[in-house]
């Protein structure tokens, strides 16, 4: 009888293989897809040579993960590229506010008016950075905090709506970055809890960047499988798991699924009825025969950029999609331009291109047009850079991977308590009704990203019920 067995082969279940299999647990992970890599993949999804990544593009979350950083994935392959600027985020006059390594160089871009406040944002954070990632992205308590004095005053700062937080700001390049960063995780700007989101985004990019894995998202679910093999774990993949039954025994079952496929496949009904789903994306993957012709200086040399024209805007993009259920006139979009500083991704001269805007969960419209439209205002001429197009709305989005319910890719609303106690408010998040399953997936602490966290706090949860056993 093997020891644990491994439901989905993203970020999070081969961490969580990774980390049991670390301490000497036998593990068997299967996969429905023919490949592993969940929301960390890359395919040919336009012309032949350009490697687009379906989901997950950039990852300040990713190289900010203890999880990911007490692991030897150099030694399997991945490697982190650092575009000159993190994100930037341009405005219809050309200029542009920056998210940079240097907190001064990111305070500047905001005008004098907000730099001194931005730097008392998160100055007396930064130097404890690598602490508080590890207690902010162990919550809830897995482990008992290494500086709870710290924790608790980031808990003040960012427990309020990012609308509170950006009070502190007078003009719009700041208040505009900020929405946007809040942004990344489709909450709404009047949440509780996202101030903490946007602080954690910038805190990430000021201490190790935001930066994109050579060769794709692929090379870091790569690097995780190529370890879990050398551990002595295996992977099984085109294995599509409709019940426990088609699982070999084993002493415990984790699931990097959704709560609604694990209701489904271990017989618990209506447990997670209650569990809400948000937003969802529609994606356009791009082959370029050059550069975005960004009228901003400061878009050309970031691997992110986010689209929105001001703070305004963006609220209204979001409250559209998620509340008001249509898609946004002028979405806010997230865009990433991964061969900026990776000529592996397309043929010479050539770029990929990644976007998305919100739409509401389950649209079935088509938001090119309206996207495209919007990166016209920021980069004129970008239709005329465009070779072919991959589009996918939530349908496809599910279709590639299971757990965006709706083409929520976020794996669950982050509106209320739902962004910081999920997928029950229960402080056992990782358990389940049956003593002897568990879910990993991003819609269990610390949420969503590749990051590999939540993978690794329930590999504690698991690993402690073993140990009982023994």
């Known amino acids: 009888m093997l020891d644990a067995v491994v439901v989905g082969a993203g970020p999070n279940g081969l961490t ?23 929301g960390a993949r890359t395919e040919e999804l336009t012309l032949p040579g350009f490697h687009h990544d379906p989901c997950a593009a950039a990852h300040p979350l990713g190289i900010n993960s203890p999880a990911f950083r007490a692991l030897p994935l150099e030694r399997y392959g991945l490697e982190w590229l650092h575009a000159e600027l993190p994100m930037a985020h341009p405005f219809l006059d ?54 709870p004095v710290t924790l608790a005053r980031f808990g003040l700062v960012g427990l309020p709506p990012s609308a509170w937080l950006t009070r502190r700001f007078r003009d719009e390049p700041a208040k505009t970055l900020f929405a946007g960063l ?3 995780v489709m909450a709404p700007l009047t949440g509780i809890g996202t101030g903490a989101v946007g602080l954690v985004f910038a805190l990430a990019a000021h201490a190790r960047g935001w930066p994109v894995a050579r060769g794709g998202s692929q090379s870091i679910s790569d690097a995780l499988a190529a370890y879990l093999r050398d551990l002595g774990g295996s992977i099984h993949t085109d294995y599509e798991v409709k019940r426990l039954d088609d699982l070999p025994p084993a002493r415990a079952y984790v699931f990097d699924t959704s709560p609604t496929a694990l209701a489904r496949i271990a017989g618990f009904g209506d447990y997670y009825a ?52 249509r898609a946004p006139d002028r979405p806010f979009m997230i865009t990433v331009q991964p061969s900026v500083v990776d000529p592996t991704r397309a043929p010479a001269g050539k770029h990929v291109f990644w976007a998305y805007g919100h739409v509401p969960n389950g649209w079935t419209g088509d938001l090119t047009d309206a996207m495209e439209r919007q990166l016209e205002r920021f980069a004129p001429g970008f239709r005329d850079r465009v070779l072919a197009r991959a589009t996918a709305g939530p349908a496809e989005l599910v279709a590639r991977n299971a757990n965006y319910v709706g083409g929520d890719i976020a794996a669950g609303a982050t509106a209320g308590l739902q962004l910081l106690l999920r997928p029950k408010l229960t402080p056992f998040p990782y358990a389940t009704p049956h003593p002897a399953v568990f879910i990993c997936s991003s819609a269990t602490p610390p949420g969503p990203g590749v990051h590999g966290m939540s993978g690794h706090n329930a590999a504690k949860a698991v690993w402690r019920r073993l140990r009982q056993q023994d």
């Open 16 to 38: 969580a293989a990774v980390e049991l299999a670390r301490r000497g647990f036998s593990v068997a992970l299967f996969e429905a897809r023919d490949t592993v890599g969940g």
């Open 182 to 184: 809040v942004a990344h």
């Open 94 to 147: 050309g200029s542009a506010a920056v998210l940079s390594r240097s907190v001064a160089e990111t305070a500047a871009s905001f005008g004098p008016r907000d730099a001194g406040a931005y730097r008392r944002l998160v100055e007396p954070f930064l130097p404890k950075w690598d602490t508080l990632a590890r207690d902010f992205m162990s919550l809830p308590l897995t482990a008992l905090p290494r500086d």
């Open 274 to 325: 209650g569990y809400k789903y948000g937003p969802g994306v529609f994606k356009i993957d791009y082959a370029l025969d050059g550069p975005v012709p960004w009228t901003a200086k400061e878009a050309r040399a970031a691997g992110t950029v986010q689209i929105g024209a001001d703070s305004a805007e963006i609220g209204a993009a979001l409250r559209a999609a998620s509340r008001e259920g």
